[in-house]
């Protein structure tokens, strides 16, 4: 089952997204706030594929919703709903852990899109590995488990979320290749994707706070000005 948690206050809002995501087969389970939202994430057994969150909501916000969400889950697909004026709003949020955001207003080919693009990278995350896909990869201190889908520094394994991990398979399958942002964009999120190519950039710099011994001074996901990234092994 495709499980979807639908978290929004506004109630014309939130029964516009449930009708489209039930529509195309998607199972939707509501929420009203970030604190019922909690509640039914801990309590329900089966568990949830994609968390979609409004940001703007009275007492606990999708900020802080978020950040709970992404503690106990990385692998959990969470889409952030923010108002087209809030630049901010987005990059606040994907640092937080989300894995994408949807500004409003949007049309349900867009909701519909985002979600399902998303839903297909966890699927893919959770998937259970081919035999075949059990080599390692390693660079340096660092070793990928293309299996067991980690990612270890020196021994010492790092959380990815689904979009962080497909972002380093791709540089360590192209160890110092410089990556066009574009590219990057459309084998992460897809050829389709509605949204801005600054989410590849809020995304490195996520990585880069998990990877680099110093953030401000990254030695192995450098970027190649005018271009994009790469994975150093120099």
């Keep these: 089952m495709k499980r979807i948690m639908v978290v929004e206050d506004e109630t014309a809002i939130r029964e516009f997204e449930v ?3 039930k529509r195309v087969g998607y199972t939707v389970v509501e929420a009203g706030s970030g604190e019922e939202a909690l509640d ?11 968390a979609l969150l409004d940001i703007s909501m009275p007492g606990m916000d999708g900020f802080t919703l978020c950040k709970e969400l992404r503690r ?9 709903l923010t108002a087209r004026t809030q630049e901010m709003d987005k990059i606040s949020g994907l640092m937080l852990g ?19 693009s998303l839903y297909r990278r966890v699927e893919m995350h959770t998937a259970k590995p081919e035999p075949e896909s059990s080599d390692d990869i390693t660079l340096g201190e660092f070793t990928l488990n293309l299996r ?21 398979e791709y540089f360590f399958t192209n160890p110092d290749v410089a990556l066009d942002r ?39 996901l450098v970027t190649v ?6 994975w150093s092994t120099r």
């Design 148 to 168: 067991r889908r980690t990612l270890l520094k020196n021994g010492v394994n790092i959380e990815l979320t689904q979009v962080e991990f497909q972002m380093i």
């Design 182 to 220: 574009t590219d990057i964009l459309n084998k992460v999120w897809g050829t389709n994707y509605f949204g801005e190519e600054k989410i590849v950039d809020v995304n490195i710099r996520r990585l880069r706070m998990k990877i680099e011994d110093d953030p401000s001074r990254p030695k192995h």
């Design 98 to 116: 989300a894995d994408d955001y949807i500004t409003k207003p949007f049309s349900p080919t867009e909701l519909l899109a985002r979600v399902d």
């Design 225 to 230: 000005w005018g271009m994009g990234y790469k």
């Design 72 to 80: 106990r889950s990385e692998t959990l697909g969470i889409i952030m």
């Design 40 to 50: 039914i994430y801990d309590s329900d057994a089966e568990g949830f594929d994609i």
């Design 19 to 21: 009708i489209n995501l």
